[in-house]
């Protein structure tokens, strides 16, 4: 392949789309920080996003060498090594708002979720291509369930809803790619729900049910639990048509707005942007899950047709789940929006993922002419 | 691959829809919290971050006839919470409960019945010393603010209080009354809660403004937005003479310590105009206790006082006007002609019809009109009473207004009583008896008058017949020096008596200082004075002594009226308060201050000239100075020039 036949082979509009994202994330973490920060460490998120933006453009450019196939060799190690991350989380972590999340290497702390689900991703579709069309009665899926099972207790064990409902879309998405009975997904809903008082009473944490029933009623506890919500909601809507602009949306600007940089950083787009802003955000994500369907369809085998699909089912859920979070329609479960939310850990994951999106379309023999 | 690869494109391809699904449903929710509701969460925005800082505006100055300021208002600090968008912690309201003494239910109760934005007030009138410990632990007291503000000040404290008023808290039941009121009162508020600062409160308040402040989540102020001046209340240039008040008051309690007695009122006025120069009420109390929240002690102390403080008992005080209503029953002899002046009528010691008598049983034996007014003489008014008949009698003392409020400009002003058959009869169901007509003739029995009443009666002999209504306020300025009101005499009432017959009662009444029963009290004053005692009995306990007077006698500016509660005899208890207040009214030096004022001048110059003679060595001149004292006589006649 000549570097030109690869150069035509590069998804420029997936890579736009992701380019805008980042951009918009940048100004973004910029505005939301700038004033909460004292002076001399101003621009020290946006430093260190930017910094990792462009050490993961060297990430996804190495791994543009290798082909993507590569990985589903990996799957059973990956998959290990995945069980031992989260066991190490367990024993090793530390505690951030009221969960273990975090280990710290050096200057960096780590979060192994992050990557935890880029690692399922790739270890389940080494394992599902093969069950294509096969998905028909339960016996077909309990294996399949009971391999994402384990490492999805373990999260939940952190605790980390959030992630563990990631790993979940993920693997809908998949099956549901893999062409599971309609009956058999529906008859796995309808488990779900007649599971659910189980895991209110056994599963759930605290905090984690005052969660759910702040989003039924953010009245519950307004100062408490709900006052995210409220504050969210207040800050996008304030937003307007056009918003308040860079560097002055009240709420963010003056603290009303916590984790105004990272969970909570749509309503800052909300407020200082719009509503212009913001659909033009939303648009741009769009483009990028658009891309990654398109990309699963023109995959050259199962193995990355699935590995996109999952990738785009993460994407997709993580943006429903934050943008719908701080809309208020969604409830709060700490999941960040892809490669706007500050944060290294999920802006190297999610560009991995990319980077494989890109690889997939790469290496796609239908359109070579 | 093949017919797997199509089943997976069409599964893809409900992906695919799915995703535009979600975006749509996104966009459709933040359109409509945005677009649709934008204006409501905008508003909700702007009530997170802007708090209104208020300036309250300072109340109007209350300035004496003269231009001397009696009421203003000092700088002073409060020490207030900001409401937050996160609540305010335990530990921030323990340690204000703790630094300004105030109950921790106290200040939780204030912050629950909060609403809005501006500064929760816990405590006003703070020392500086709290304020210094607020300032220097900032962080300890987390969106706790200090707020200046103006604090009334009322100068000469408990000197005129009961027309002053005072000012406090506004509470429920007056936001409830005031809910119609052309001014927005609300929680917090400083109101006037008796006297001028009550009634006329509205004009004193003036208007508060106020600093737009933009906060952050802590309460911390970021930038003022908007500033709104305050407009300071309008002043009050009043009727009443602080020199006259505070010589009126010094006699009254100077009085109440001689005789023994616990309450007493006056009233100074200007017969010609209505115009009141003076008014006291004992006891009385220091209006300043109030102004930043009474304490429970001093509020008991006022409240289990037995001679209730907070009356004002020159226009809520009844009493029996005893003698003074000798003014009425002897006008309306006159006048109906039942009685000539030169007719004798023999005083034995008792009435001959029913058995009734002078105080002490003394017998002055024929006299005329004059005597019988200047001496008092009971039987002689017994028979003008038996002559009249109650229905005349009533009539006349409705003619001097008696029976209704004089509309001075107070509130809670009583009525009085006029003694008549038709309140005997509503009131006790029976027959009028003679013997009640004599009671009422000497003003005993039903008749009842507050001292402002009594006040005006004598003015109205006084002014010829003419009854203005007393006032207390001459004009209302506002802070531009614009006057946005004046008062003027109001002439209310005149009474249809022929000039003679006023006359003859005038000479009675000056034969009262001169020969009769407050002669001993006025021998050797320089200015004519027309005058009448009063001893009212009182069924509680001793005597209520009475005195009204009026004076210059040809040309009267002033009027007064004096009661003590329990004082005994009109003439040993009132009287000489009476006095001390004309020599205030008119400037007659009080001789033994008089003496004390001269000695030492004397002993000013002395001194400054020891000092010259030191430095100069001109011991021998000396002597020479003492001499040199300015003459008594002029002080006196200049000052008499006055009115």
Redesign the interface.
């Known amino acids: 392949m000549s570097s030109n036949k690869k150069l035509r082979k590069i998804d420029v509009e997936l890579i736009a789309a992701v380019g805008g994202i980042i951009l918009m994330s940048l100004i973004t973490i910029g505005s939301a920080t700038h004033i909460n920060t004292p002076s001399e460490d101003r621009y020290w998120f946006v430093l260190r996003q930017g910094i990792f933006t462009v050490l993961n453009i060297g990430v996804v450019l190495f791994f543009m060498n290798f082909d993507y196939r590569m990985l589903q060799g990996y799957g059973k190690k990956l998959y290990i090594f995945n069980i031992i991350m989260l066991l190490a989380v367990m024993f090793l972590g530390q505690t951030a708002l009221g969960a273990q999340r975090w280990i710290q290497l050096g200057p960096i702390s780590l979060q192994p979720s992050e990557f935890s689900k880029i690692i399922m991703i790739i270890c389940m579709a080494s394992v599902f291509q093969d069950k294509?069309?096969q998905l028909n009665k339960l016996s077909d899926l309990l294996p399949l369930a009971g391999y994402v099972g384990l490492p999805f207790l373990l999260v939940l064990k952190q605790p980390d809803l959030g992630t563990s409902l990631v790993f979940m879309a993920i693997f809908i998405?998949m099956i549901?790619?893999?062409?599971v009975n309609i009956k058999l997904l529906m008859g796995m809903f309808a488990g779900a729900v007649a599971c659910a008082p189980l895991i209110w009473h056994f599963v759930l944490k605290e905090y984690q049910k005052m969660r759910i029933m702040v989003f039924i009623d953010p009245n519950v506890d307004p100062?408490g639990s709900g006052?995210h919500i409220i504050?969210s909601?207040?800050?996008?809507?304030?937003?307007?048509?056009f918003g308040k602009g860079l560097f002055a949306g009240?709420?963010s600007q003056?603290?009303?707005l916590p984790e105004n940089h990272t969970d909570f950083i749509f309503a800052v787009v909300?407020?200082e942007l719009?509503?212009v802003g913001?659909?033009i955000l939303?648009?741009l994500?769009?483009v990028v899950?658009?891309r990654g369907?398109k990309i699963?369809?023109q995959a050259q085998d199962?193995f990355g047709?699935l590995l996109a699909?999952g990738i785009?089912?993460m994407l997709?859920f993580h943006?429903?789940v934050n943008?719908?979070m701080t809309?208020?329609?969604m409830p709060v479960t700490g999941i960040p929006l892809p490669f706007m939310s500050y944060g290294v850990s999920a802006l190297t994951t999610n560009m991995f993922a990319v980077a494989i999106l890109l690889n997939i379309y790469l290496r796609n023999q239908k359109l070579q002419f | 691959m093949n017919t797997n690869n199509i089943e997976y494109n069409g599964r893809l391809q409900v992906i695919s829809y799915i995703i535009v699904l979600v975006i749509a449903v996104l966009i459709g929710r933040i359109g409509y919290l945005q677009l649709y509701d934008g204006e409501y969460y905008a508003s909700l925005a702007d009530g997170n971050r802007i708090r209104i800082v208020p300036a309250v505006a300072p109340r109007g100055t209350f300035y004496d006839r003269n231009g001397t300021m009696m009421v203003t208002n000092r700088p002073g600090f409060a020490v207030s919470l900001l409401p937050l968008t996160a609540p305010i912690s335990d530990e921030v309201i323990n340690r204000l409960a703790d630094l300004l003494k105030v109950p921790k239910g106290d200040i939780e109760e204030k912050i629950k019945a909060h609403v809005g934005f501006d500064p929760i007030r816990i405590k006003t009138d703070v020392g500086p010393e709290l304020l210094s410990i607020i300032a220097e632990q900032k962080d300890l007291y987390p969106g706790v603010v200090v707020e200046v503000l103006p604090i009334r000040d009322y100068i000469y404290k408990e000197q005129a209080v009961h027309v002053f008023g005072y000012v406090s808290e506004i509470n429920d039941a007056e936001l409830e009354d005031k809910k119609n009121s052309p001014h927005k009162y609300k929680m917090g508020d400083i109101v006037g809660k008796a006297g001028l600062e009550r009634v006329y409160d509205l004009e004193l308040r003036g208007e508060d403004g106020g600093e737009q402040v933009e906060v952050d989540v802590t309460g911390k102020p970021v930038e003022i937005l908007g500033r709104k001046n305050p407009i300071p209340g309008s002043d009050l240039y009043l009727t009443i003479d602080k020199d006259i008040q505070a010589a009126a008051e010094r006699a009254v309690d100077e009085q109440l310590v001689a005789v023994g007695a616990r309450a007493a009122a006056a009233v100074v006025m200007n017969p010609q105009t209505g115009e009141v120069l003076a008014m006291v009420s004992r006891p009385s109390f220091d209006p300043n206790l109030f102004v930043g929240g009474i304490s429970s002690k001093n509020w008991n102390a006022i409240n289990d006082n037995p001679n209730h403080p907070m009356d004002n008992k020159a226009i809520t005080g009844e009493y029996p006007p005893g003698s003074t209503f000798k003014i009425v029953t002897g006008t309306a002899a006159l006048a109906e002609h039942v009685v000539s002046p030169e007719e004798q009528i023999f005083d034995s010691g008792k009435h001959w019809i029913v058995d009734k008598g002078n105080a002490d049983g003394e017998a002055l034996g024929y006299i005329n009109f004059e005597e019988a007014m200047a001496h008092s003489d009971n039987v002689y008014f017994y028979e003008m009473g038996n002559r009249l008949g109650i229905d005349r009698l009533e009539k006349y003392a409705r003619m001097f207004g008696l029976g209704k409020p004089t509309g001075v400009d107070l509130l809670f002003e009583a009525e009085g009583l006029v003694a008549s058959r038709e309140y005997k009869e509503k009131v006790f169901d029976e027959d009028w008896y003679l013997a009640e007509t004599f009671d009422a003739a000497i003003g005993q029995g039903f008749n009842n008058v507050t001292p402002i009443q009594a006040a005006m009666v004598m003015g109205e002999i006084a002014a010829d017949g003419k009854r203005f209504k007393p006032y207390l306020v001459d004009r209302i300025v506002d802070y531009e020096g614009k006057t946005v009101k004046k008062f003027k005499p109001e002439l209310v009432g005149q009474l249809d008596v022929e000039p003679q017959h006023i006359r003859l009662v005038q000479q009675g009444l000056k034969g009262v200082t001169k020969y009769g029963t407050a002669a001993s009290v006025f021998r050797g004053f320089p200015v004519e004075i027309a005058g009448k005692t009063g001893t009212a009995e009182n069924p509680h306990g001793r005597d209520h002594g009475w005195f009204v007077a009026y004076g210059p006698f040809d040309n009267p500016n002033i009027v007064v009226a004096v009661i003590v509660e329990q004082g005994g005899y009109g003439s040993t208890s009132a009287v000489p308060i009476g006095r001390k207040i004309l020599e205030a009214a008119f400037n007659i030096p009080d001789p033994a201050k008089q003496a004390e004022l001269e000695r030492q001048r004397q002993l000013a110059q002395q001194a400054q000239k020891n000092k010259e003679n030191n430095s100069n060595n001109r011991a021998q001149e000396q002597p020479a100075v003492v001499n040199n004292a300015p003459a008594p006589g002029r002080e006196y006649g200049a000052a008499n020039g006055r009115r």
């Open positions: 294509i069309g998405g549901f790619a893999c062409g100062l006052y504050q909601k207040i800050a996008i809507g304030s937003g307007m048509l009240t709420q003056l603290n009303f909300g407020e719009g509503f913001a659909t939303l648009l994500y769009l899950l658009r369907i699963a369809q199962n047709m699909v785009t089912s997709a943006v429903l943008v719908g809309a208020g329609i």
